[in-house]
C-alpha cells in the first residue's frame, strides 16, 4: 500500500498538490503550522495509488510517497 508523507513545517499551503490528486484525497488543514500556513493533509490515505503526482507538484519538497 503506498503512503503519502507530508513535512507540515515544509510545506507552505499553495494547494498545488490538492489540485493534482487524481484520488482527491489531500485537502487544506484547518489548523496552521509553526510558519502560519494551513499545510495539506491526507483525509484518506487508503485511497492513494501512488502515483505521486502530489509530489511532483510540490515546489517546496514537502511531499513524498513510498510504495
Sequence with gaps: ???T??????CKGCGYCVEA????ILRMAEV??????HYV?????E???GCAFCAMMCPDTAI????
Excluded: A
Excluded at 5 to 10: H, L
Excluded at 32 to 37: A, D, I, Q
Excluded at 41 to 45: C, K, Q, V
Excluded at 64 to 67: G, L, P, R
Design 5 to 10: 508523507v507530508i513535512d507540515v513545517e515544509r
Design 64 to 67: 513524498e510517497v513510498f510504495k
Design 47 to 49: 485511497k492513494c495509488k
Design 41 to 45: 493533509e491526507s483525509f484518506d490515505p
Design 21 to 24: 490528486c487524481p484520488q482527491k
Design 32 to 37: 496552521f503550522n509553526s510558519m502560519g500556513y
Design 1 to 3: 500500500m503506498p503512503k
